[in-house]
């Protein structure tokens, strides 16, 4: 189930779990530092975890001058293979993510992890009016919004965001679905929502990133790659919702064309057999995937 508040008024409720804040890094050495400080700051018994993801600048050393644990990738793998690293690391409580580059403010921690008593996932939602991003990356987020919320018939306030809390043992089970890249945000708040999980989107501000640092995200590139995992995690979890309504319209665009051969010319054609036979497989094809989907659940549950 997922949702949206603002900001609590009980947003100063201790919070009793062990937290551990990861921020992964790559070549962040300029602003790494700054942000383990205000980290350290906002919540002062947390640790703070940074997975430098092979950088070829400072950010290990920036990191371990300003009093967080460290662990390095020998070479880059992505932000996704980051966190999964941390997890690996981390014994349990709650677990914070941040990025490293300035753009999530600290102070806003605490916010977000009071609400885990009641939540196995809370994301800081951006109000991407305000946002910094260029116009084709915020037409991208909104579709792929839209098309994740549809998928997963819950509404999705922001899909992408990295600066999120949540239970460290329910996010060791989707540990074999998260990719390796930035579609770390997309696809475990998917994994939450499609399993049940309590998943709450609580506004938030986006501070400017410094001009010495840039986006590493490239629109087009891991626009696809966000709308594959999409794709993925909803089969996985409700192939129907993708597989009956392709098939329907395959059925829809058949009997279509069969009514219109028949007023035109008075006969069948093979195309519109295709799409008809392709429909009804489609349709089966799903039934059957859904299928293996609940006994997947199921057995998932059982551990």
């Known amino acids: 189930m997922a949702e949206i508040r603002n900001s609590p008024d009980d947003q100063s409720r201790p919070v009793e779990e062990q937290v551990t804040v990861v921020i992964p890094a790559y070549n962040e050495g300029i602003t790494v530092a700054e942000i383990v400080l205000e980290v350290k700051q906002a919540l002062p018994q947390a640790r703070v975890l940074v997975i430098d993801d092979g950088s070829t600048d400072a950010t290990a050393e920036s990191a371990r001058a300003a009093g967080a644990d460290v662990i390095s990738h020998p070479l880059n793998k992505g932000n996704g293979a980051a966190i999964k690293t941390a997890l690996r690391a981390i014994s349990g409580g709650y677990v914070a993510v941040l990025d490293a580059?300035?753009?999530?403010?600290?102070?806003?921690?605490?916010?977000?992890?009071?609400?885990?008593?009641d939540y196995d996932l809370v994301v800081g939602a951006?109000?991407?009016?305000?946002?910094?991003?260029?116009?084709?990356?915020?037409?991208?987020?909104?579709?792929?919004?839209?098309?994740?919320?549809?998928?997963?018939?819950?509404?999705?306030?922001?899909?992408t965001s990295g600066f999120r809390a949540f239970r460290h043992s329910v996010a060791c089970r989707f540990l074999h679905i998260y990719p390796n890249g930035y579609s770390f945000p997309s696809t475990s708040t998917l994994s939450f929502?499609?399993?049940?999980?309590?998943?709450?989107f609580v506004p938030i501000q986006v501070r400017h990133r410094p001009t010495l640092t840039e986006s590493k995200l490239r629109p087009f590139r891991d626009g696809f790659r966000f709308m594959m995992f999409i794709?993925?995690?909803i089969t996985m979890a409700n192939p129907n919702k993708i597989f009956f309504p392709a098939g329907m319209l395959m059925i829809v665009a058949g009997i279509v064309l069969t009514v219109r051969n028949l007023i035109l010319f008075a006969q069948f054609s093979g195309g519109t057999v295709l799409f008809l036979a392709g429909g009804i497989n489609i349709i089966f094809f799903g039934l059957i995937l859904d299928q293996f989907a609940a006994l997947r659940l199921q057995e998932r549950d059982k551990n």
């Open 231 to 233: 794709l993925r995690v």
């Open 193 to 200: 929502i499609t399993a049940g999980y309590n998943v709450l």
């Open 101 to 117: 580059d300035r753009q999530h403010d600290p102070k806003e921690l605490p916010k977000l992890l009071s609400f885990l008593k």
């Open 126 to 159: 951006r109000s991407f009016a305000d946002g910094e991003g260029s116009r084709l990356r915020t037409a991208g987020n909104l579709f792929l919004r839209n098309l994740a919320s549809f998928l997963a018939e819950q509404q999705i306030m922001d899909l």
